[in-house]
């Protein structure tokens, strides 16, 4: 167990619909990162905040959107689903001093399937 | 923008010794980390390299050369629970990881 929680763990849902995927970061780390990972591909870096403010962005949609709150969790809102978007979304946590190690901790995933 | 190369699949066997390469280009660079992924799950952490050189941990070890862009995860006397995916990430700032494809390990008996 990484102590990053994810949830759902699975999610189906109709193409055009909008869904919420929360993400809470372990004990004392600052940074989320969000990942999309679909079927036989590397994980796509979307986006990462640290204490609430973005400090980068990947190949993130449009349609995709982020925030981390004051407590830390986080959400990564989809929205106008497609096909596509059917995936694996990795959140992952790191601690102020990742930078030494490169050490990011992910949760268990959120598995959405849009039908 | 970055970019990693990787094999898409090695197989071994039992007892053996692997060696899983990684090239990259990338527009700044800390550091190159190697995880380990089970069947969809959760990726974890196996080592990180912010220096040349070779970085042992138990039966894993990794190498990185910045000079050439290289680098390698080395997986000794395998063991059937070793058959994962296995990811190389590169680290650009910030802590953000660009991952590449993976490659996925098989282990026989």
């Known amino acids: 167990d990484s102590g990053v929680t994810q949830t759902p763990k699975h999610l189906i849902t109709a193409t055009g619909q909008r869904v919420t995927l929360r993400c809470s970061p372990r004990?004392?780390?600052?940074?989320v990162y969000w990942y999309q990972q679909s079927l036989d591909q590397g994980l796509q870096f979307l986006i990462q905040y640290y204490n609430g403010e973005e400090r980068a962005k990947g190949n993130i949609l449009e349609r995709f959107s982020a925030q981390q709150f004051p407590d830390l969790h986080s959400e990564l809102n989809l929205s106008s689903l497609e096909l596509g978007d059917s995936a694996l979304y990795f959140c992952a946590s790191s601690p102020p001093n990742s930078g030494n190690t490169g050490e990011l901790f992910f949760g268990e995933g959120s598995r959405l399937t849009v039908l | 923008g970055q970019s990693l190369e990787q094999p898409s699949e090695v197989t071994a066997v039992e007892g053996a010794i692997v060696q899983i390469n990684c090239t990259y280009q990338t527009s700044g660079f800390y550091g190159l980390s190697w995880y380990q992924q089970h069947d969809g799950g959760a990726p974890t952490f196996l080592s990180y390299n912010g220096l040349d050189g070779l970085e042992e941990t138990g039966r894993f070890s990794s190498f990185l050369s910045r000079s050439d862009s290289y680098g390698y995860l080395l997986l000794q006397e395998l063991q059937m629970k070793d058959s994962a995916s296995y990811f190389c990430a590169v680290h650009s700032g910030y802590s953000t990881l660009t991952f590449g494809k993976g490659t996925m390990l098989l282990v026989s008996p």
């Open positions: 004990s004392g780390d600052l940074s």
